[in-house]
Every structure is written in structure tokens, then in C-alpha cells.
């Protein structure tokens, strides 16, 4: 049985990153994911995509990521999220940032990725 679009985000974020759940993030990405940025966009292999993920914790002692809201679109594909995130560096230092994502999900698989950037802080 597929998973929702909103489960397959939830899983993305609360497990593969909170928990470094790497398998599950070998089975969430899609062949493909498009990551959308203002003014552009970068395509990234499945393997690229995963790699994403660990290259990022390689930096970091503890990454958390806090959903704040959650919204499926009536589409079941399109997820949009509130988060912020927690996060050590290896030296100890401690940083916090906030931003929103949209993600498109086809067949249980994350296949596209809309980021406007990140800002340091907490969600006022």
C-alpha cells in the first residue's frame, strides 16, 4: 500500500532526519528530485538526493526537525510545511532556523522540493 503524501513528508522529516533513518530516505526520494529555489533549480539524482541528507548530518552533532504545521493538498501530491530546526555543530555551537517547504510526492516518493531559503530563529 502507498503511502499518503503527508505521511511520506512526516516520515521525511521526523525520521530520516530526527532519527538518521538513511534507509528510509533511500526509499522516500524519488529517481529524481527537482529542488526549487528562487530564481533556480537544481535536479538531483536519486543517489545525490540521499547523499544530501547524510553530507548534511556529517556537520552536525544533533539536527531536529519541529513541524509546526502541516498541509496536504487536495491534489495528494503537494505538502506544505512550517518548520523549524534545531541543530549542533560538531564544535558545540548552536543554531536554530525556520523556513517553509512544499513537497510533490508521486507514487509514495518525494519528487520535487520548494525552498525560499532559511532564516536563523524561531517562528515568532
Wanted: glycine fraction near 8%; aromatic fraction near 8%; charge should be negative.
Amino acid at each position: 500500500m502507498t503511502r499518503t503524501a503527508r505521511e511520506v513528508v512526516e516520515l521525511y522529516n521526523l525520521v530520516v532526519w530526527n532519527q538518521r533513518d538513511f534507509a528510509l530516505a533511500e526509499e522516500l526520494l524519488g529517481d529524481t528530485v527537482i529542488r526549487h529555489d528562487v530564481g533556480e533549480v537544481t535536479m538531483l539524482t536519486h543517489d545525490e538526493a540521499v547523499s544530501r541528507v547524510t553530507d548534511h548530518w556529517e556537520m552536525f552533532e544533533t539536527i531536529r526537525f519541529d513541524l509546526n504545521l502541516v498541509v496536504a493538498g487536495d491534489d495528494g501530491e503537494h505538502v506544505a510545511i512550517v518548520y523549524q530546526s534545531p541543530m549542533t555543530l560538531k564544535d558545540g555551537t548552536e543554531v536554530c532556523v525556520g523556513s517553509m517547504e512544499i513537497f510533490r510526492v508521486v507514487d509514495g516518493r518525494i519528487v520535487e522540493v520548494w525552498n525560499c531559503g532559511y532564516k536563523q530563529g524561531v517562528w515568532a
